[in-house]
């Protein structure tokens, strides 16, 4: 470079005075906006220059935010869902304790209403491992004066019957279980019944004639004929009815929930539960009784007595509804006889 | 024509590099240039010839070196134009500086000393002149200037003829080889 210059210097030379000259000029002449010529080509010259810089610096940007930056965002990514799973699990806990809270509101307001009724708060702490066995373990057992045949209830309605007791536990056998039976009557019919389980989540309300007019949606409630279980506690409502033979074929769907039990209330006596305030749903206002029909049977509830539809005196007779005494019938038909086993009696 | 080009145009080992007298050509530019801008308060008629730029062709033809032409020219020009008042600095140094160094360029290889040899390049230069002064003048100053006009071609005819003469009267200050 500096070889061919010292063998050009003239050319070089004059290449530099006109340069010199041409920026002299540039510095001197103002175009439009009165900016000088040598601003105008500067900002001409540079501005290629600075959008390229700009370009490039943005795209390096862009290449470190997008790539290089990454790093941190997935280091921050994992802080992130870290964090979210701690809260999502401090959320479920909340909400646990939300519907715990809830449950025990629940169940205090139910021993409140029923003050005089001597019952007992228990949490269910296990179920069956025999899968046909519709069974379920209470935390509340002999030193809790539980025994057997007491029934367990919910708020919400019927829920069995206490089988085995433990020192500390209780195994409860729901009223879907297949050696499970309800003595049952239609809130206002007062027709009476059995609730037998069928291992379904649905059980079934036996020994209803046909005659019986049932609709789908009717309330059953106890009987109280069965001695476990007081008379008036919310038992379910009819799903389905159909003829049969010898009596309808009445699909009952449970008021509690049995497949997501938690608290329960173990009813250490059998005492009628007074009935709650209007809309409550523990226990069903019985209806007046209807004028006595002429051929009232009377059912035969005993300890001992069974409802075996052997037994029954007219089974195909159409049934009465029952008055607010209804462990003294006043049917109009004879109602089936109840066994103490199928009646919250020891299911062996 | 083609005879006095034939006498004019000898190899650059017979050109004759001519020195002047010191201060001689300082001195002459300083006065051509203070010439033109007196004579130019008396009229249009004063700038028909363009005396710096005939300085700046004669010591640039007769000295033959690119570097002190171009030079000389640069400050010729820049000179004029501090001179003119309206002119930005450079417009005439540019110009004059290309013809100071071509005039160099060209003298270094063929002899200028002959009379109509001496128009010819005057002619020539007082063009190139213009068109380097025209397109500076539309290139920076955003102004119109013509390349080649008729009003130009008598100039540069009056000038080439004035150029003989001056150039006859700068000789005398050569020095004696």
């Known amino acids: ?348 | 024509m083609a005879s006095m080009l034939n006498t004019g145009l000898q190899s650059e080992q017979n050109i004759e590099v001519h020195k002047f007298y010191s201060g001689s050509v300082v001195l002459v530019s300083f006065v051509a240039l203070i010439l033109q801008a007196f004579l130019h308060k008396y009229g249009r008629w004063a700038d028909v010839v363009d005396l710096p730029l005939l300085i700046v062709i004669y010591f640039g033809v007769s000295r033959r070196n690119p570097v002190t032409g171009l030079l000389l020219g640069a400050a010729i020009g820049i000179f004029q134009d501090g001179l003119s008042h309206d002119n930005p600095i450079g417009l005439y140094g540019i110009a004059k500086t290309l013809v100071g160094y071509l005039a160099s360029t060209i003298g270094a290889h063929i002899d200028t000393d002959h009379p109509v040899a001496r128009f010819v390049l005057t002619f020539a230069f007082f063009h190139f002149h213009q068109c380097i002064l025209a397109f500076t003048e539309r290139a920076l100053l955003n102004q119109s200037a013509p390349y080649f006009s008729l009003h130009l071609l008598v100039d540069s005819l009056i000038s080439a003829a004035v150029a003989v003469f001056l150039f006859a009267a700068l000789d005398r200050l050569r020095k004696s080889s």
Not at chain 1, 60 to 69: D, E, H, K, V
Request: hydrophobic share 40%; aromatic share 4%.
């Open chain 1, 1 to 348: 470079m500096i070889g061919a210059l010292s063998r050009h210097r003239p050319l070089a030379l004059l290449a530099a005075v006109v340069l010199a000259q041409v920026l002299l000029l540039a510095y001197q002449i103002r175009r439009s906006h009165d900016v000088r010529l040598i601003r105008y080509w500067s900002v001409e010259a540079s501005t290629p220059a600075a959008q390229g810089g700009t370009w490039f610096f943005s795209h390096l940007g862009g290449l470190w935010s997008g790539y290089i930056g990454l790093r941190n965002a997935r280091t921050e990514n994992d802080q992130l869902r870290a964090e979210v799973a701690q809260l999502e699990l401090q959320n479920r806990e909340l909400e646990t304790q939300a519907n715990e809270a809830h449950r025990l509101e629940v169940l205090l307001n139910f021993r409140e209403v029923h003050s005089e009724a001597q019952m007992l708060a228990a949490q269910v702490i296990e179920a069956s491992a025999d899968p046909a066995s519709e069974t379920l373990v209470i935390n509340r057992g002999d030193e809790d004066r539980v025994k057997r045949n007491m029934a367990v209830i919910t708020p919400d309605g019927v829920v069995g019957k206490v089988v085995e007791v433990f020192h500390g536990t209780s195994q409860v056998m729901l009223m879907t279980d297949k050696n499970m039976g309800v003595g049952a009557m239609f809130a206002d019919t007062r027709t009476h019944g059995v609730i037998k389980g069928t291992g379904d989540p649905q059980p079934v309300m036996d020994y209803v004639v046909n005659d019986e007019k049932v609709a789908v949606g009717q309330t059953i409630v106890t009987s109280g004929e069965d001695k476990i279980f007081p008379k008036g506690l919310l038992v379910g409502v009819v799903a389905s009815a159909k003829d049969g033979n010898p009596f309808q074929k009445i699909v009952v769907r449970p008021a509690a929930r049995l497949d997501r039990l938690e608290d329960v209330i173990v009813l250490l006596t059998q005492e009628e539960l007074a009935p709650g305030k209007p809309g409550t749903p523990y226990t069903v206002s019985p209806v007046p009784p209807p004028p006595p029909a002429p051929a009232a049977a009377q059912i035969k509830s005993t300890t001992t007595g069974g409802a075996n539809p052997a037994k029954t005196e007219n089974p195909a007779a159409p049934q009465s509804s029952a008055g607010v005494k209804t462990e003294h019938p006043v049917g109009t038909q004879a109602t089936p006889v109840v066994k103490p086993d199928q009646l919250g009696g020891p299911a062996r």
